[in-house]
């Protein structure tokens, strides 16, 4: 009798090609954050062509199917995949290229969405050989705060049946595709941008004496504020505190009257996260005060510290590695990035692995948010076969 994985290898084989199209299809009509307007259409019109469950316009684009087993009422699992795109003119020369100017599936959300809806068509064809139900959602707007997460959960993504376990792929260009990575506790981290507006007395840069020199306040405050991460930061917490974004809209001999500075703070703990934005407040007026003028700060607090549940994480290692051999199931250090499924861990125990789709004699792909990124697509058969595998993993009681 053939077991419960081999149904499901064959099944992903069997279904690939029809994934492959899935995707390519995605990566070609990219749309931006809360935008996904086609793409949730897209995916409605494939449910409903193979007669899946679903309620869509959840935080307007957002979709959530379900796949009932036996006894559908026993337990709940989540799966989740995310929709949008990024403002990225492509440059991969492929029959796939984006066709919407400016816009690319630069992150790989076209092929989490692809392989979620492959492991819908599995475990549909499988449904009768599992007890409880499989919620499929479908995310908005991950890539943009506050993130589309929150706004589904928001309004009651995870109610009705209220799942007692989250688990979410993404793609992972370090590893390649066959293999997937994961680690437990601490996983990505917070993200906040900070946002600050230095004031003083511009004028004639030959004069300094009769103006506050905001462009050199703000270089003394970028300065100043490198003491977060490297002084302030408790010993074990990784922190980092960048600015990419300067504004001094002078002249060669014109000290504006306002300076601007945007950035990002990240760290890997809640508590050090918000006693970081009271000492980045006081640094900055501190500076500006000493030296003569104004400091206004805003820091828009986005997605929060991403925890994997320990007792999760090491079933679906196990269940991983039973899947798709002990070999091709790697352990991963933390990462300085940010995921909004980190508000779905902070509800329910979950966990969020990372997905190979390098191909198999080069080190990595091209980066994420790269304009020549593209996934080897055997990745898509791994994805959605693993994400099958655990989902009915985790429903045993």
Not at 100 to 126: E, F, P, R, W, Y
């Amino acid at each position: 009798m053939m077991t419960l994985k081999q149904k499901i290898i064959n099944l992903s084989d069997k279904l690939f090609p029809q994934v492959v199209d899935i995707r390519r299809h995605l990566h070609q009509y990219p749309e931006l954050s809360f935008q996904e307007v086609e793409t949730a259409q897209y995916i409605s019109n494939l449910l409903t062509k193979w007669g899946i469950e679903f309620e869509s316009g959840i935080a307007e684009t957002g979709i959530v199917a379900y796949i009932r087993g036996k006894n559908p009422e026993q337990k709940t699992v989540a799966l989740r995949a995310d929709m949008d795109a990024l403002p990225i003119e492509e440059k991969n020369n492929v029959s796939y290229q984006s066709k919407n100017k400016g816009v690319m599936h630069a992150c790989g959300h076209d092929a989490h969405t692809a392989s979620l809806l492959g492991t819908i068509l599995i475990l549909n064809s499988l449904k009768d050989e599992f007890e409880g139900t499989i919620k499929c959602i479908f995310q908005p707007g991950e890539e943009l705060l506050p993130g589309g997460a929150k706004r589904m959960i928001q309004q009651g993504v995870l109610k009705n049946p209220e799942p007692e376990i989250v688990i979410g792929q993404h793609v992972y260009p370090e590893l390649p595709a066959g293999k997937i990575g994961l680690k437990d506790g601490p996983y990505m981290a917070s993200t906040d941008e900070i946002y600050i507006t230095i004031k003083g007395r511009g004028g004639h840069g030959a004069m300094p004496w009769k103006i506050d020199d905001t462009v050199l306040i703000a270089s003394h405050i970028i300065l100043a504020l490198q003491q977060i991460s490297s002084r302030h930061a408790p010993d074990g917490i990784p922190t980092i505190l960048s600015f990419g974004k300067i504004i001094a809209n002078g002249a060669t001999n014109v000290i504006p009257d306002e300076v601007y500075l945007e950035g990002t703070f990240r760290t890997m703990n809640e508590e050090w996260r918000t006693a970081a934005h009271r000492k980045i407040k006081k640094i900055t007026t501190g500076v500006a005060q000493s030296m003569g003028a104004k400091a206004e700060i805003n820091i828009k607090k986005g997605y929060p510290v991403l925890i994997n549940d320990a007792k999760i994480t090491r079933i679906a290692k196990k269940a991983a590695m039973d899947y798709l051999g002990k070999n091709n199931v790697m352990d991963l250090n933390y990462r300085m990035t940010a995921e909004d499924f980190a508000y779905f861990a902070r509800e329910k125990p979950s966990v969020f692995y990372r997905l190979g789709v390098s191909a198999i004699n080069q080190k990595e792909c091209s980066s994420l948010h790269s304009s020549t990124f593209d996934i080897n697509e055997k990745a898509l058969n791994t994805g959605m076969g693993t994400m099958a595998y655990l989902a009915i993993q985790f429903l045993k009681p």
